[in-house]
Each structure stands twice: as structure tokens, then as C-alpha cells.
């Protein structure tokens, strides 16, 4: 048995060992829990998990559990984390009654941030990220997807691709990029969506291709944003250039998003609220991810969730994420696994699942994250909680009471 740099005892954890693959409903409730456990970490990896009676080496560091449970960092697998600007404005709105789809066609919503972010420096982007990224960390995640797609040129969605590099450099948090060049169809381009759609797949995304700055390629087929058609055409575009896929879809109304999620091979399709039966059968044939987004209709005002029984029914395995982005600037990834539970029915074990080995899996990165396995990065939680109920129970409190990223303690933010 080698000395450790850290070790973690008196533990009720979490492994997440289980089925190396997306997990489905009846898997999602395993969570590999076992007490009295202790974790050793060397060089920033997992290097025993296991008994507490059954280590023998000795540690630099030594930190007592007490019982309370320790779980794998979140894994955030869809956020909006580089923009600029503000919309804290358009509650006035909401609360008036407007809907989504009535202030971006009045120029806010994304519309808005196009705008604050292209005229935002490349520093002033990155900066902002940072802040939001250490905020995130704070709350106990470990591991970040983040989308481009308030840029909507060439040269802007660029940016936005490489400051995420530099804001995990700067924070720690690895952060799995996506191209979400079809986000919105830019006001230049109003009346010509086909246009902007060329542009996309033309001369978007071969730059992107070349400076190998993105991992996945997305697009938000909407009504009045991208057809499916249209959708279709960047994704196989995408596809032929290597970009693995993923996609916004049936959020507002149904567009059969959800079928062609499953057609392209998407590896994960997200929102879901409008989603068909046929669509959700589809993800289940094709092994498609569902990434659930909880607090997304509190912030549009909009009270009706993803029909997640349904999809767990039919055995399509369920992530959940918080979306942060300017609408809906939630950074606690806890918080939308306890709202996952009290509004869409997940178990809490099943939410923890969501956030951790699922979403994982979603990104492609269960390989290294997403549960706690001797050779993983050792990215965790100890919380002030001894069981996964309680984890979920108190809605809008944060259980995190240490974060452990790449084997260091991370010091509390004042």
C-alpha cells in the first residue's frame, strides 16, 4: 500500500460503481453506498476505496468524515457559461406575463446577450466565466459542459470557444466544450434563416474543426429558431467532421426533436419538456441521453417539466444540469437534483446518479469522473449529511461541506 497525499476517512460513500454505461431507471437507484469506507488520493488520483480497516499506508493529510456522506463531484453536463451582459431586466417582463418567445422577438433574450457579448472584450468574457466557474466549484461541481452561441459570428463564437480553455486553466474545473453556433438566427440575418445556416456549416464550423476547440457540435431546433431540417443539415454536417452531437430539443413545442436527436446519433438530447411518446421511444431504441433541466421552467415562468417517468419508464437514462445561463443563472447543480425529485419524481439516489455517472456519461467522460474508482480523478464531495435523502430533502440548501478537486481541498471563497 503506497502513502497518499490525502486520505478521507469514516465514510459513507458513494462509489457509483455500476454498469460501465448510461444507467436507466432500475440501475440509476444503485449508487454503490457503503459506510465506514475511506478514500486515498495520490497525485491528484484515486488510490484506494475501500474498508477503513483495510488501509494501511500512512498520509500527509488526513480528514475525518465522521459518517457523513461523500460523493463524486457534479458533473454539470449543460451550461451557458461565457457570456456578457445582464437580464436581470426582464423579470419586469416575465411577471408582466410575456413569454420567451415574445422578448426575443423584442429583441431581448438571447438576442440581448448576442449583443453585450460581442461588444465585451475577450478578457472580459473570461473574467466573467471565472467568477461563475469558482461559483459552481463552491457548490460542488467538478466537471462542466459549456456551449458557445452568443456570439453568433464567425469571429465571436470563436471567443467564446477559446476563453473556456483558459477558464479551466485558471479554476481547475475541466470544462468539455460545445459549438452551439445554431443558437439563435442573429438579427443580420432576420428573414434568412437558410443564410445563416450555410454560414454555419460552411465557415463556423470548419474554423472550429481546425483549432480543435470543441468536443461537441449542438443546435436548438425551435419554433422560429432551427427546423428540424435545418437542424439536421449542421448536425450530419457536424458528424462528418467529427464532432460528437448533442441537442436542444422539443423545449418550447413539439418539433420531433427528440426523433432526430436519436436519428443523427446525438449523444444526449436536452430540455424534453414537449417531448412526444414517439420521441421518447426513439432515445430509448438509439441509447440517447435525456438531460433534464428543472429549474429552467421556474426561471421562464413556465411550470411544466419533462415527463421524466415517462422516459425512465421506457428506460432512456436521465442526467440533470442546470442550464446556467443568462435567463436562468443558476449555478447549484444540488439544487436542480432536488428539484428534479420534487418535480419531475426522480429518487434521490436516482438524482444523484443524474449528476454524477449519467452526465458523465453524457459528455464522455466517464472514464475519469462521475463515480469514485481507484485510478479516477479524484474529484469529490463530503458533505454535512449522512444519507442521500437528506441530500435532497432540504430543498435549496447545498450539503457541500468540503470540495475536493484533483485531490486538493478547495479553500472557500469569501
Known amino acids: 500500500m503506497s ?23 432500475h440501475e440509476a437507484d444503485d449508487c454503490g453506498m457503503e459506510a465506514g469506507w475511506s478514500i486515498a488520493v495520490k497525485n491528484g488520483r484515486i488510490t484506494f476505496v475501500g474498508p477503513d480497516p483495510d488501509w494501511k499506508g500512512k498520509a500527509t493529510r488526513v480528514i475525518d468524515a465522521h459518517r457523513k456522506l461523500v460523493t463524486p463531484g457534479y458533473v454539470d453536463s449543460h451550461t451557458h457559461l461565457v457570456y456578457a451582459g445582464d437580464r436581470s431586466n426582464e423579470l419586469k417582463q416575465k411577471l408582466q406575463g410575456k413569454s420567451y418567445m415574445d422578448i426575443l422577438a423584442a429583441g ?5 446577450t448576442v ?26 461541481t467538478t466537471t462542466l459542459e459549456a456551449k458557445s452561441g452568443y456570439g453568433l459570428t464567425t469571429k465571436d463564437e470563436l471567443r467564446i470557444l477559446e476563453a473556456q480553455p483558459k477558464v479551466s486553466k485558471r479554476t481547475g474545473v475541466p470544462i468539455v466544450s460545445t459549438f452551439l453556433g445554431a443558437h439563435a438566427v442573429p438579427d443580420e440575418f432576420k428573414g434568412r434563416t437558410d443564410a445563416y445556416v450555410d454560414l454555419v456549416i460552411d465557415k463556423m464550423l470548419p474554423d472550429v474543426e481546425q483549432q480543435h476547440i ?65 420521441g421518447i421511444q426513439a432515445m430509448a431504441d438509439a441509447g440517447t441521453i435525456a438531460t433534464l433541466l428543472p ?32 435567463n436562468n443563472p443558476v449555478v447549484d447543480l444540488q439544487f436542480a437534483a432536488q428539484m428534479a425529485c420534487y418535480t419531475m419524481g426522480l429518487t434521490p439516489y436516482q438524482a444523484l446518479t443524474a449528476v454524477t455517472w449519467n452526465a458523465a456519461c453524457a ?7 462521475g463515480s469514485l474508482e481507484v485510478g479516477k480523478i479524484a474529484n469529490l464531495v463530503i458533505h454535512d449529511v449522512s444519507m442521500v435523502q437528506n441530500w435532497v430533502h432540504e430543498l435549496g440548501r ?7 478537486l484533483n485531490g486538493k481541498l478547495v479553500p472557500p471563497q469569501i
Do not use: Y
Open 108 to 112: 431581448g433574450g438571447i438576442m440581448s
Open 115 to 140: 449583443r453585450a457579448t460581442r461588444a465585451a472584450t475577450t478578457n472580459e468574457l473570461e473574467e466573467a466565466a471565472v467568477v461563475r466557474a469558482k461559483r459552481m466549484l463552491q457548490c460542488g
Open 214 to 278: 470543441a468536443r461537441f457540435c449542438d443546435v436548438f431546433v425551435e419554433k422560429d429558431v432551427f427546423t428540424a431540417e435545418q437542424g439536421e443539415r449542421i448536425l450530419l454536417a457536424a458528424k462528418k467532421r467529427g464532432f460528437q452531437l448533442r441537442m436542444h430539443a422539443d423545449e418550447i413545442v413539439n418539433t420531433a426533436g427528440a426523433e432526430l436527436a436519436a436519428k443523427v446519433g446525438c449523444v444526449a438530447a436536452e430540455h424534453l419538456l414537449k417531448v412526444s411518446d414517439a
Open 363 to 369: 459528455l464522455g467522460v466517464e472514464d475519469q469522473v
Open 398 to 404: 447545498n450539503t457541500a461541506k468540503a470540495v475536493i
Open 295 to 326: 429549474t429552467v421552467p421556474i426561471t421562464m415562468m413556465k411550470p411544466e417539466w419533462a415527463p421524466a417517468a415517462k422516459l425512465m419508464e421506457a428506460l432512456v437514462p436521465v442526467a440533470v444540469a442546470t442550464d446556467h445561463n443568462p
Open 3 to 25: 502513502d497518499a497525499d490525502l486520505l478521507i476517512r469514516h465514510c459513507t460513500v458513494a462509489t457509483m460503481e455500476g454498469p460501465n454505461k448510461p444507467r436507466d431507471k
